[in-house]
């Protein structure tokens, strides 16, 4: 059960953060966030919405669950976040039960909130589960679990020689490997932008999505590069000429394309991955 709110935190609450960059695994933004809503019998989602610089702009009350259960509804969440023109997001709801720990669902919703924001370019920058006496920060503790995570999001089968156009699990499997491994490389020096490939990036993510039928925009696909949008579409400019992807209109929406290997390239990539990972 949800019910949307744009019920703003008390003004008073927030003067220690306006005009200040928001570090989401700061301790004394967690006590502020205990203070708001770390008692409610009931559990429900704040929202901190950020500009471009992770400086604050706005905290507002967006979704109230039951005493059990909050169910996050994206389109509630990123229609405020592009209302406000916000750039990222800290999210956090509340436990009645003082257990801090995230569900399955917690879990699951978080990721794929987090999927979503790189697709409309709104980070998710951390989602926080909130007690009276604690906070636990979904995305910093599942930092060092990216296989785990990356298998949820995948889902990845294991059923049969071949799945969808003739991927072989293993090679699915070894891609994500190769997707996982391409995450630590670019975190090993604390930031995104160095150790990348974007061009052997962008074929890696088009095939571990196109294994489980995942469609994915160029929108998408740019974010995932690392890259400026510019310098991501002239790369996939330069693949579509090569012949090694190609592009489709959103049947739902002309505006919007999906870029998706060429048969000749999803079996070249096949074999590669049947190899072992990158």
């Not at 257990?99 to 919703?109: L, V």
């Not at 090569?242 to 079996?267: A, C, H, K, W």
Request: contains cysteine.
């Amino acid at each position: 059960m949800t019910a949307d709110s744009a019920a703003s935190v008390p003004t008073t609450q927030l003067q220690r953060f306006v005009g200040s960059r928001i570090d989401p695994s700061s301790p004394s933004l967690h006590s502020h966030l205990q203070a708001c809503i770390g008692a409610l019998p009931h559990e429900t989602l704040q929202v901190l919405f950020l500009d471009r610089d992770r400086v604050l702009i706005a905290q507002e009350h967006v979704q109230q669950g039951s005493t059990h259960n909050l169910l996050l509804n994206p389109n509630v969440i990123f229609r405020r976040a592009l209302a406000l023109d916000a750039s990222a997001m800290v999210l956090a709801h509340n436990h009645p039960s003082g257990d801090p720990r995230p569900s399955t669902d917690d879990i699951r919703s978080t990721e794929a909130l987090v999927k979503l924001g790189q697709m409309l370019a709104i980070e998710i920058m951390e989602h926080v589960i909130v007690v009276q006496q604690s906070c636990f920060a979904i995305l910093h503790s599942r930092k060092h679990r990216k296989t785990k995570r990356l298998a949820a999001f995948f889902d990845l089968a294991d059923g049969g020689a071949f799945c969808l156009d003739n991927i072989s699990p293993a090679a699915a499997a070894n891609a994500r490997m190769a997707a996982i491994r391409r995450t630590e490389r670019r975190e090993l020096l604390g930031h995104s932008s160095l150790l990348a490939n974007p061009a052997w990036d962008m074929l890696i993510d088009l095939f571990v999505h196109a294994h489980v039928s995942k469609p994915v925009f160029t929108s998408a696909l740019c974010v995932g590069s690392g890259l400026p949008m510019s310098n991501a579409l002239r790369v996939i400019r330069k693949l579509r000429d090569s012949n090694v992807v190609y592009r489709e209109p959103d049947p739902s929406d002309g505006r919007r394309y999906f870029i998706r290997l060429t048969p000749q390239t999803m079996e070249a990539l096949n074999r590669y991955f049947c190899k072992g990972p990158d």
